[in-house]
T-cell receptor
Framework: SQQGEEDPQALSIQEGENATMNCSYK?????LQWYRQNSGRGLVHLIL?????REKHSGRLRVTLDTSKKSSSLLITASRAADTASYFC????????????FGDGTTLTVKP | EADIYQTPRYLVIGTGKKITLECSQT?????MYWYQQDPGMELHLIHY???????EKGDLSSESTVSRIRTEHFPLTLESARPSHTSQYLC??????????FGQGTRLTVV
């Protein structure tokens, strides 16, 4: 199965609410990244958390990493309709092997 | 805004045709990647490259081939397209940092 697996697969919330997405991975990592994808388009990098970090913030984004559980979570606070997109976690970039693995993705819908 | 471009954005072709999907980046990045993504599904790595004259197959078996003759260019070729190749193809590059930059994707339909 995929290295990274997100849950939930789909999330629908009202504007102003917080959205939490989770990601699990299988192998050891140097860092974990979260990307956003608007429908039918390329991915955009959101935030990176290194393996020696437990939490990181960027604007309305908060990412946590638990290497003992091999899991990460992405929290979007005070969500907006424009946050509607799919969110993917990714591992493996810049390892010696150079390969990367993306999770299944969480599709977030924020209703105005 | 990322300087990585994919052409065409949309392509509809007949079965058996040979096609090349273009990917170019102007950031001087050594590492480049091709992913295949079905609608609403995960990304699957099909090819990657560490630099000029370096290409490797990814995790997903693919009937496509790639070349890396120049740093900025990483085209993907399908010698004989089939309906099973219908998908979205995403190209990405990675420089010294750890953030990958993605193109807008090519949505391929084989009829």
């Amino acid at each position: 199965s995929q290295q990274g697996e997100e849950d939930p697969q789909a999330l629908s919330i009202q504007e102003g609410e917080n959205a939490t997405m989770n990601c699990s991975y299988k192998t050891s990592i140097n860092n974990l990244q979260w990307y956003r994808q608007n429908s039918g388009r390329g991915l955009v990098h959101l935030i990176l958390i290194r393996s020696n970090e437990r939490e990181k913030h960027s604007g309305r984004l908060r990412v946590t990493l638990d290497t003992s559980k091999k899991s990460s979570s992405l929290l979007i606070t005070a969500s907006r309709a424009a946050d509607t997109a799919s969110y993917f976690c990714a591992t493996g970039f810049n390892t010696n092997a150079g390969k990367s693995t993306f999770g299944d993705g969480t599709t977030l819908t924020v209703k105005p | 805004e990322a300087d990585i471009y994919q052409t065409p954005r949309y392509l509809v072709i007949g079965t058996g045709k040979k096609i090349t999907l273009e990917c170019s980046q102007t950031m001087g990045h050594d590492k480049m990647y091709w992913y295949q993504q079905d609608p609403g599904m995960e990304l699957h790595l099909i090819h990657y490259s560490y630099g000029v004259n370096s290409t490797e197959k990814g995790d997903l078996s693919s009937e496509s081939t790639v070349s890396r003759i120049r740093t900025e260019h990483f085209p993907l070729t399908l010698e004989s397209a089939r309906p099973s190749h219908t998908s979205q193809y995403l190209c990405a590059s990675l420089g010294v940092g750890t953030e990958a930059f993605f193109g807008q994707g090519t949505r391929l339909t084989v009829v």
